[in-house]
């Protein structure tokens, strides 16, 4: 997939620029043309030897070596994909408002191929104000964004900042190349995880679904060429893709809400979240008080979702729903997709080992309206996740 590919990296100083070697060792190593241009802030932080000597290339930093001139329109030209890693709040910063005072700098104004960003910077830079301006203003630019992590920070503090992992990096730009358009300009609409049901100001019901099933869903599907908003409960995940439209949620009613306002627009809508069915009648404003030995809590049925859109789902929306079954999986699940209206149910079963809640491994079926049923191996997340892709197009694609 990146065997021949012209890979630009830019290079500004922080202390994650380490992570370049391990990123531009892996490309190299996948038959990529790696050419490296370095800030000089940069060269406080990683030696441009070990760089030149991995990417067969000569390092460049300056506008002109000796009398010449170094030609920045022509590399970023030559680049198939220019990413700049990591960057730093200051060259951020001088991005979004057109400062152009270094060869990095230049070639990025001058660059006509795609351009990804992955920050790296202390956590309150990261939340800074004027900081979450210039990355929208640079994404709003066309630029894409590589989003951090949270973990240890070279101030040793622990927070979101870090710069994303070299293999993170790479299969990032491998997804890069791996782009197609079989979903092209269709918007899709993608529940995930689970929902919190407050009993009171500490204590809520909530269920083990961890949210990697749909999150890898809507990955797949933006790199099918899709339009993605994902809605989704309290979870770990974290999304590599900028592009995607992220709602977090709380509830199974704010969930509701939000995918009622979407659903309209959509041509896809995949119910991968876990909604609890139940929520308590009402919630306590103050913490209860451990008294009696028995607490009887009052719940009552939230809205379901998924029925709820099958209701109102127009001839041209494909409507996708989820089952988790522990017996009578089949036939429970062709029920849930008739009453539901679904187009289709992925079956899973939580009989089926390594797979379901926690694992980063699926085994599921898909059952159809007509009253096909596909059946899937053991496998990645990832992996189930083009399976369920690659079915859907199979159908709305027909
Ligand atoms: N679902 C929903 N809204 C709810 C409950 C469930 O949209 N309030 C959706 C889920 O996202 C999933 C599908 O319905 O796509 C199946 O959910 P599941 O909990 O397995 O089925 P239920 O209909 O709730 O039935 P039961 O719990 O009795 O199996």
Known sequence: MLKDKK??????????????????????????????????AATDFVPTLVLSTLSKKPVLQDLSISDEWANHVELGRWADVFLIAPLTCNTLAKMSCGICDNLLLATYYSATCPIVLAPAMDEDMWHHPAT???????KSFGNSIINVNS???????IGEGRMAEPEELFSYLQNQFSKSSELLGKSVLITAGPTFEAIDPVRFIGNHSSGKMGFAIAEELYLKGAIVTLITGPTNEKLNISEIKRIDVVSADEMFQHTMNFVDD??????????????????????????????????????????????????????????LETNNEQENAFQKLKIKNADCIVLNSLNDKNAGFGYNTNKISILDKSGEKIEFNLKSKREVARDIVSFIISKVNV
């Open 266 to 323: 959509c041509d896809i809508i995949i119910m991968s979240a876990a909604v609890a069915d139940y929520t308590p009648i009402a919630v306590a404003k103050e913490k209860v008080k451990k008294k009696e030995n028995e607490w009887n809590l009052q719940l009552t049925k939230t809205k379901d979702i998924l029925a709820s859109i099958g209701a109102i789902k127009k001839h041209r929306q494909f409507l996708v729903g989820f089952a």
């Open 132 to 138: 979450k301006i210039n990355v929208d203003k640079v």
């Open 151 to 157: 973990g240890e920070l070279a101030s040793g503090l």
């Open 7 to 40: 890979i630009l990296i830019g290079i500004t100083g922080s202390i994650a620029a380490y992570k370049i070697i391990s990123l531009t060792r892996l490309l190299v190593k996948e038959g990529a043309e790696v050419r490296v241009i370095l800030t000089k």
